[in-house]
């Protein structure tokens, strides 16, 4: 599976943006899709999960502000964000994982999302 980020940006606080990630190499139905984002010198962190039947999660610093969504007819995942604040500044990564014997990770390869105060 090959994962493309694309839609990150420069935003003024309380704009918005939507991130979208596009897969090949394999149909984005029978995985599990998230959002991860890092900052320099900080772990990578979960900001939101969609599982492939279209159950949600999120983290509490982005509830009621970020939407992700799936388009598997597209083979695209989603981010809506909203709201933005300046500490949602990181680039952000997809991800899609399967278990079967084992989990499976892919990764796409991040875009920046800064938003200025």
Known sequence: ???????????????????????????????IMGWYRQVPGKQRELVAIISSGGSTNSADSV???????????????YLQMNSLKPE????????????????????GQGTQVTVSS
């Open 88 to 107: 949602d500044t990181a680039v952000y990564y997809c991800n899609a994982f399967i278990v079967t014997t084992r989990r499976y990770d892919y990764w």
């Open 1 to 31: 599976v090959q994962l493309q980020a694309c839609g990150g940006g420069l935003v003024q606080a309380g704009g918005s943006l939507r991130l979208s990630c596009a897969a090949s190499g394999s149909a984005l139905s029978r995985y």
């Open 63 to 77: 509830k009621g502000r970020f939407t992700i969504s799936r388009d598997n007819a597209k083979n695209t995942v």
